[in-house]
């Protein structure tokens, strides 16, 4: 079989290759692709997010996603929370990131051989918040959570507007809500590989940061759980903050 490049691995999973990728000097695709024990990967990826923190020659790239960066935060960051939490339990196993376009995102070694897989999605990544960054990366401001509107494309010149009036945090857990769910129903309509689990991931500063918002995430889970049972092994619900963690198994 012929060896893909590395670049040809970044393209597949991220759509491009950043021409001016700095990130791209931190991390690559065979660092990413190894596979480490729980322990080993939250050493690792926290001394990777040590060196990019405060580099603002990184900014751009990060909020774009631009070349490596898209794999990197959408698919080894929520590994990284997932297995911050879950370490101590997980000890003996190997976890490892595929990059490119499979039916899964993760292989779990087990200490007797045999292997388990983990599909990643993140359920508030949508093209509105697309948006957002592309306004926070050019005025280094944005709202986090207010509505966002565009027209026009990036060869036409793309006008986004976005709202300044404060959101109800019932509107922000609602649609929060939402997301999770439609990414679970989502992820539940294709095939998984056999012996796989879910693992959703979100932006919880906002939402779901204190305990008044924890019967929602239990109806959330309640509302899923006849989509994802038949298909999946587990479901993991990890938040961006690290602070929380979800969890049903079969």
Same mark, same amino acid.
């Given at each position: 079989?012929?060896?893909?490049?590395?670049?040809?691995?970044?393209? %597949?999973?991220?759509?491009?290759?950043?021409?001016?990728?700095?990130?791209?000097?931190?991390?690559?695709?065979?660092?990413?692709?190894?596979?480490?024990?729980?322990?080993?990967?939250?050493?690792?990826?926290?001394?990777?997010?040590?060196?990019?923190?405060?580099?603002?020659?990184?900014?751009?790239?990060?909020?774009?996603?631009?070349?490596?960066?898209?794999?990197?935060?959408?698919?080894?960051?929520?590994? #990284?929370?997932?297995? %911050?939490? $879950?370490?101590?339990?997980?000890?003996?196993?190997?976890?490892?990131?595929?990059?490119?376009?499979?039916?899964?995102?993760?292989?779990?070694?087990?200490?007797?051989?045999?292997?388990?897989?983990?599909?990643?999605?993140?359920?508030?990544?949508?093209?509105?918040?697309?948006?957002?960054?592309?306004?926070?990366?050019?005025?280094?401001?944005?709202?986090?959570?207010?509505?966002?509107?565009?027209?026009?494309?990036?060869?036409?010149?793309?006008?986004?507007?976005?709202?300044?009036?404060?959101?109800?945090?019932?509107?922000?857990?609602?649609? $929060?809500?939402?997301?999770?769910?439609?990414?679970?129903?989502? $992820?539940?309509?294709?095939?998984?590989?056999?012996?796989?689990?879910?693992?959703? #991931?979100?932006? =919880? #500063?906002?939402?779901?940061? =204190?305990?008044?918002?924890?019967?929602?995430?239990?109806?959330?889970?309640?509302?899923?759980?006849?989509?994802?049972?038949?298909?999946?092994?587990?479901? #993991?619900?990890?938040?961006?903050?690290? $602070?929380?963690?979800?969890?049903?198994?079969?």
């Amino acid at each position: 079989m012929k060896p893909v490049s590395s670049q040809s691995r970044i393209a %597949s999973a991220a759509g491009e290759i950043h021409p001016d990728g700095m990130l791209e000097t931190l991390i690559t695709p065979d660092e990413i692709e190894r596979d480490r024990s729980p322990e080993d990967f939250v050493i690792w990826f926290e001394d990777f997010l040590e060196k990019t923190r405060g580099d603002r020659s990184l900014r751009d790239q990060i909020l774009l996603r631009r070349g490596i960066a898209k794999p990197v935060y959408e698919e080894v960051f929520p590994l #990284y929370r997932l297995l %911050s939490q $879950k370490r101590a339990a997980w000890q003996g196993r190997k976890f490892r990131n595929i990059l490119g376009s499979q039916p899964y995102d993760v292989i779990v070694t087990h200490t007797n051989g045999s292997q388990a897989f983990i599909e990643i999605t993140t359920a508030d990544l949508d093209q509105a918040e697309a948006m957002r960054m592309e306004v926070f990366a050019a005025q280094g401001r944005v709202p986090a959570a207010a509505p966002v509107t565009w027209s026009g494309t990036k060869r036409t010149g793309r006008r986004v507007e976005i709202s300044e009036e404060m959101q109800l945090h019932s509107g922000l857990v609602e649609k $929060k809500r939402a997301q999770i769910i439609a990414a679970v129903e989502r $992820k539940c309509q294709k095939t998984p590989a056999a012996d796989s689990a879910l693992l959703v #991931y979100f932006d =919880d #500063y906002v939402c779901f940061a =204190d305990e008044a918002d924890m019967p929602v995430m239990r109806q959330v889970l309640n509302v899923v759980r006849p989509a994802w049972q038949p298909r999946f092994r587990a479901l #993991y619900v990890v938040g961006a903050s690290g $602070k929380r963690l979800w969890e049903e198994e079969l």
